[in-house]
């Protein structure tokens, strides 16, 4: 029967909706392929696409645009309210503490809190294990600064998300792409011919809901990763800030979870699924810990204390997995409808990704699609994507477009994706 | 009759207590000398002192501490409840900001307050001119990297502030010592023979209430500095944290006041006046504006929120200059009652700045004097002080220690000053 159900949905005949069941669709439609794996160049490469990024993530996040650019999550899909009260109630109660410095490794309560969490992710981790850091992107470089120095070659998958590459650039880094699969993830053979042709310092990877494929590793995967990297002392910079995000299922595992030779940097935030604006992330950074730390005191200090506190209380008082699983069921739906419209306003050839988890789309347009000019074009129209050039390090993907799916949907995006639509066969035609 | 009063001053029959006149002392005292003009070495070394202040900074800060180490401001200082308040009643009135990021450059109340404020510095600031960071750590170590490169030589003071060596550090830089006066600041004629004899690619100075020294360079001073590194196009990172901290007279002018040239980038931090614990600080980079936001997009994205929003509403409407009268006036009367136990407890020969502003005192003991060994076991006592060696690119400093002033003062400080003066004697006759 669950094959039938999978073969009516494959044909676009019935859908299926989170926490549910599958229903006939009210209008039939048959999603188009998914992208092939990816074919980036076989040499590390100096990253060099820092003024694209640049220009693309100060303009991407104007309150004006229809936001289907940033991967940020629409704050009313944010637990805003309760977490505003509970820090408020923090402040009161303990002024001294909220207003003073919390060290590194940062506040203990939150670290609690996460190691706790992360006993779904399969890692038995003690607050000790963690850092908290200020934002995911904190987490990211002070890890990768613990591993590698200038010039040292990193691997990422490709196509990456583009902040990690923003890293590997403004270190003075080298990006190794790695072919990846956008239902599988980094492909094995790829990386076993890659780490023994290359001087490979450490791995970056976005195991769970990668970004912006949306694939997830499998647990033999994953362990398979780990023994080839630990063969080879290489260590793996795990960034998990999707993992909470599956669109169906339980909580996936995370390579640290597997972890034998304490090689694996574990790196999230809360931006992604409480509070963008709190700048709250963390890392379990294995062995290198001492360095994460002197790296973390000497670039911010400290992070900020309140918004430390408010989230350990909202983890530990909150309802995270209630929130959790309103979220997850919100961006199913939006991506479900986002594949839809791409299914109706895009030309033919367009293919597209399945997530498994997070909340974007992996567009390919037909060949010859130029995404920066859609980009240029869609933002004076007041709508906002993620083109694909920055995505790589070498600014492939020049047809591939990101859709942010983590937003309130209402007509504006449905008329968005129907200019969208016409925008690409204007440039296709001209 | 004012040079009368001065010389009873430096008799000690006499007492200036800020804001309010010359009194008669209770008990007669004889401030000790003043520390020489220091003399480091004339070329340029990397920095390994890491590990010696990675101990200190994770230690020194313990709750359960005398608080002579950090230069930290106590709680009981700080302006908590009303910052709280601000910070409560911003997150209720506008969630959904308060909830989102705010990306680079940050806050624009928040840099229209800093602008504004700056005006007193003698500053033409807009808003547009201003970077938030996550503290004023953070804003030095983006200033440093968008000069200056892995191996490139920067200028400091000596003594300085060990984060400022840690940033060097860390960033695989080069430290030059510069002489520097206990009273005036960094000395010009070795200023000039140091740029003209090395490939010096930036100054990081404090010359307002330099820290651990406490003087403040002269407006001419400040000028001639300028002058000398505008001719050679190198660019000053100017630390202004203690700036609006004088223990008297106005708010002193900022180096950026006299720049002529766009090559000052002023870095501050609202951490020794308001709230360490928000993490909010600041920097205006002049022409290094733009590689400074790229920086900071990919070290942590964004600046907390709250936090921001919250310090621009108390510099709006909470009374920052009525608040700052009042910290200046505990600093002074804090750092007269020190500078009182120094010359009690401390043994003879022992020398002591007198600062103009900031909150730390910088004593000079006996030659033969080990202040890493009194760090020790004055720490097992349960008191905390700032040993020399971490003020040093070299670990120079071996008989200095800094005491923090910005404490709140009671009994227990007494009785730590008697302890440190008893630890001192007894480490000099071991």
Redesign the interface.
Known sequence: VLQAYRLLEDRGKIEARPQSGYYVRTRFWKPPAEPDISRPATTSTKVNI?DMV?RF??QV?RPDVVPLGAA?PG??L?P??A??RL??SI??RA??????????PGNERLRTQVAKHMFNAGCELGPDDIVTT??G??AL?LCL?AVA??GDTIAIESPTFF?TL??IE?L?MKALEIPTHPRNGVCLDAMRRAVDRNAMKACLFIPNYQNPLGCRTSDDCKKALLKMLAERQIPLIEDDIYGDLPLDGPRPKVCKAFDKHDLVLLCSSFSKTL?????VGWCAPGKFR?DV???K???????????QMAIAEYLATGGYEHHLRKVRKAYGENIERMSRLVTEHFPAGTKLTRPAGGFVLWVELPAGADSMRLYDRALKLGISIAPGPIFSAKSKYANFVRLNCGLEWNDRVERAMETLGRLIEEGASA
Not at 275 to 279: I, L, V
């Open positions: 820092g640049l993530t100060q996040m940020v704050p009313e944010l805003t309210i977490l505003n820090a408020a402040a009161r002024p001294r503490a909220s207003i003073g410095y919390d060290l590194p200020c934002g992107q904190e470089g600064r120095k200038p902040g923003q890293l403004l003075g509070a963008p604006g709190f700048r001492d730390i002197k790296l005191l000497y670039s911010t200090l400290a992070t900020a204390t309140v918004p």
